[in-house]
């Protein structure tokens, strides 16, 4: 049984390829982060190397659905950052280099070694080197027998047009929120309260969903940057400065974690815009409600509607390599303030 969820088009695409024996030398599966592309990935690692009956492919009973599931059997090979060599201190990784795609290659051309088929799996093929995407390139035109390479994408602009056109494109799209929270409480047990706020937080995407219920730590820094926003909004000009330097250290370590921190802003302020306009039924994070009540009462719709737009704009700031300390001071002293109650206002 496949395990991805919510892709039912693509699955009923392969599955009849493996039944015709049509199957492509190399697939790009494109969607965005934790939308199913690995699991995608290794479902159909696991038909083609499952010991079961035809027909029962994936068994995830038999011992190679056992190994390419915890990723060690001999033949299924995954390529990403966390197989490069360590980078200089103090540096993020950044690419995926030309000696690990020409150590894969020179093991796409032996044998299989306990297997149907050797299968290589680069987990962001946008992030391949100029060299290593040459190199890539030249194997997918003549590709060795017995061998099938699945890339996957979050972002297919970043991926070289002579890669995609060498490809069956595959695009995953976003899972309807009812299918995330039921195959939560079915699959994983989760309670169903808990399950419909991860399905709401996911955005369609079942891999955070799944991870978030697993880990305990991601719904407490989700809380933790809220409480910063909402502090940051009541905070004078010092304490936003100093946010913005924070923002600006970590932006120079590791950028993930500050798009991460900026879209989740985004979606709290979103959702006072919701709850600001009579829409509370349709805001995502739906624990924080009254929160978000009480913060909308101190807010003007144009305030919010502000801050929505200046969050937009530094990240495409920073997407665009400006100044990152710059566009952070600049977003935080943008950021609106409460109104003051009534009484204090005039005593002033």
Request: hydrophobic fraction near 45%.
């Amino acid at each position: 049984m496949w395990q991805t969820i919510g892709q039912p088009k693509i699955v009923d695409l392969l599955q009849r390829a493996l039944d015709r024996g049509t199957l492509s030398h190399a697939y790009l599966l494109v969607g965005p982060p934790q939308s199913g592309k690995m699991t995608l990935a290794l479902d159909l690692a696991m038909t083609l190397n499952c010991q079961a009956e035809k027909s029962h492919r994936p068994c995830l009973e038999c011992a190679s659905c056992r190994k390419i599931a915890s990723r060690t059997h001999a033949d299924v090979q995954v390529i990403g950052l966390n197989q490069n060599p360590l980078p200089e201190e103090g540096k993020e990784k950044t690419e995926v280099g030309i000696a690990q795609i020409n150590a894969m290659l020179h093991s796409a051309n032996l044998p299989p070694f306990e297997g149907q088929c050797r299968i290589y799996v680069i987990e962001e093929v946008g992030l391949l080197s100029l060299d290593a995407a040459n190199r890539l390139l030249k194997t997918l035109e003549e590709p060795p027998p017995n061998v099938i390479f699945i890339l996957l994408a979050s972002n297919v602009r970043l991926v070289p047009a002579t890669v995609v056109s060498r490809c069956q494109r595959l695009n995953l799209s976003r899972v309807g929120i009812g299918e995330i929270e039921s195959e939560l409480i079915r699959r994983w047990e989760v309670d169903p309260d808990k399950a419909r706020l991860l399905a709401r937080l996911s955005h369609g995407c079942p891999g955070w969903a799944i991870k978030a219920a697993q880990a305990q730590n991601l719904l407490l820094e989700r809380q933790e940057k809220y409480q910063k926003m909402q502090a940051l909004i009541g905070g004078d000009f010092n304490a936003r400065f100093t946010a913005a330097a924070q923002l600006a250290l970590q932006f120079s370590k590791k950028r993930e974690t500050v798009y991460e921190t900026l879209d989740s802003w985004l979606g709290w302020w979103r959702d006072l815009l919701m709850v600001k306009i009579g829409c509370s039924g349709d805001i995502v994070n739906i624990d924080i409600l009254a929160s978000l009540d009480e913060m909308g009462g101190t807010l003007k719709l144009a305030q919010i509607k502000t801050a929505i737009q200046n969050i937009q704009e530094a990240v495409e700031q920073l997407k665009l390599n400006a100044n990152a300390r710059l566009a952070l001071e600049v977003l935080m002293l943008n950021l609106p303030r409460p109104a003051l109650p009534a009484a204090v206002a005039i005593s002033k």
